[in-house]
């Protein structure tokens, strides 16, 4: 037993970034970079197990119970390179006897034999970017496939032994219309993933869409419907939304976002890769890899700067908390704010009922509370609620 006042920490995951693409995506605002023939990919995978070995003694005996690989594309990485990865997070953590094991694979990068090569490794769930079955969506996405390219990687993943397959589609796409966006669902439907990632094409600073937009952008208006409509086929599919852009068939919901958004914590390796760990007495801390690849190199193998961890600021807590758990469709309990935050529902209650008397929060007997559909739809203004 811990110490009375001693708290006890969340679940605990990893994320590993894996930063190269074949070319950046004009949507993409994530920390990813083209790779080239000199891509150092043998180097990197090592310099991940020196990272991994620090972020093992922060996590101690700790069960790690998921692990995401990211991207960037990790399908670019051969399989061998996973194994090391895998066989590092194996000799240096804790992991759970049922760790749930991801790995993001882009269509166009999966060469035929891999994905069996993956599993074999270790890999037990598999992301695909679908992104559009329809081909002129993904060219003006800039993606490297095409519509067939996806059905033979998911097929190619179910023949691998993969039973727990994730589809990411977007919607609201440069030309699209309803119809066309129903066809995607159609398209998606016909191949049964047990896990759909559905959500809105969004223009982010520092990408290519953000400086030059597309043309033919949908309206909000139609945005709106097609996001509505996309909703209903996938829970007319029998698909459960457990959270404001996933989806899921009973079994199959993704356990280590589910650790994200029930602010859980999480080791981080790799390049730019984000990490936060509770302390005993309940501090939560913050971290960041060095995002340019070379330079997180370097201060992995010892010749960089000490990594810096920052405490999220008491003031901002309810925020933090509140950005990740109202993603969620069953919302969050009061002893679930007491145990990842700290904090008690009278230190909100002003902004709790007050959400509530605006029909964006729904509150339940049990000190329960979660997103009606409207504050789904406006969930940004929701969370901004909780601003200190």
């Known amino acids: 037993m811990p110490p009375a006042n001693e708290i006890l920490p969340p679940p605990l995951s990893l994320y590993v970034h894996l930063p190269w693409c074949v070319r950046k995506c004009p949507y993409c605002d994530f920390n990813s970079h083209k790779a080239a023939d000199d891509t150092p990919f043998e180097r990197y995978v090592l310099a991940l197990a020196h990272d991994l070995a620090r972020e093992a003694n922060e996590a101690g005996d700790r069960p790690v119970t998921s692990i995401f690989l990211g991207g960037g594309?990790?399908?670019?990485?051969?399989?061998?390179?996973i194994r090391i990865i895998l066989?590092?997070?194996?000799?240096?953590?804790?992991?759970?006897?049922?760790?749930?094991?991801?790995?993001?694979?882009?269509?166009?990068?999966?060469?035929?034999?891999?994905l069996a090569a993956y599993r074999d490794a270790g890999v037990t769930r598999l992301s695909v970017g679908a992104q559009s079955f329809h081909l002129q969506s993904l060219q003006a996405l800039g993606r490297i496939h095409g519509p067939e390219q996806i059905e033979m990687t998911f097929r190619e993943a179910a023949s691998a032994g993969f039973d727990s397959i994730n589809l990411d589609l977007m919607f609201a796409l440069p030309g699209q219309s309803p119809a066309l966006a129903a066809a995607d669902i159609g398209r998606l439907l016909e191949l049964s993933p047990p896990?759909?990632?559905?959500y809105q094409l969004t223009l982010e600073?520092?990408?290519?869409?953000?400086?030059?937009?597309?043309?033919?952008?949908?309206?909000?208006?139609?945005?709106?419907?097609?996001?509505?409509?996309?909703?209903h086929l996938l829970g007319q599919a029998g698909y459960e939304q457990y959270e404001i852009s996933a989806f899921a068939r009973p079994g199959h919901r993704?356990?280590?976002?589910?650790?994200?958004?029930?602010?859980g914590d999480y080791l981080a390796v790799g390049a730019g890769a984000h990490g936060k760990l509770t302390t005993a007495d309940g501090t939560v801390l913050r971290y960041q890899k060095p995002a340019n690849p070379l330079q997180y190199i370097e201060q992995a193998e010892g010749n960089g700067q000490a990594l810096v961890r920052m405490p999220v600021d008491i003031k901002d807590m309810a925020f933090e908390f509140m950005l990740n758990v109202l993603?969620?469709?069953?919302?969050?309990?009061?002893?679930?704010?007491?145990?990842?935050?700290?904090?008690?529902?009278s230190a909100i209650r002003a902004e709790l009922d007050q959400a509530t008397a605006d029909g964006l929060l729904d509150a339940l007997p049990g000190q329960k509370w979660r997103p009606t559909n409207t504050g789904f739809r406006f969930l940004n203004d929701l969370q901004a609620r909780f601003l200190p």
């Open 327 to 345: 993603r969620l469709s069953d919302g969050f309990s009061a002893e679930l704010l007491k145990a990842r935050a700290g904090l008690e529902p």
């Open 87 to 114: 066989d590092s997070c194996r000799r240096l953590l804790n992991l759970a006897a049922d760790c749930e094991i991801t790995m993001e694979a882009n269509p166009g990068t999966v060469e035929h034999g891999s």
């Open 254 to 263: 993704c356990r280590h976002n589910l650790n994200y958004w029930q602010f």
């Open 205 to 231: 600073p520092n990408t290519v869409f953000f400086s030059r937009p597309p043309a033919a952008m949908p309206d909000e208006d139609t945005a709106w419907e097609i996001q509505a409509h996309g909703h």
């Open 195 to 198: 896990h759909v990632s559905y």
């Open 73 to 81: 594309t990790p399908s670019l990485f051969r399989p061998a390179h």
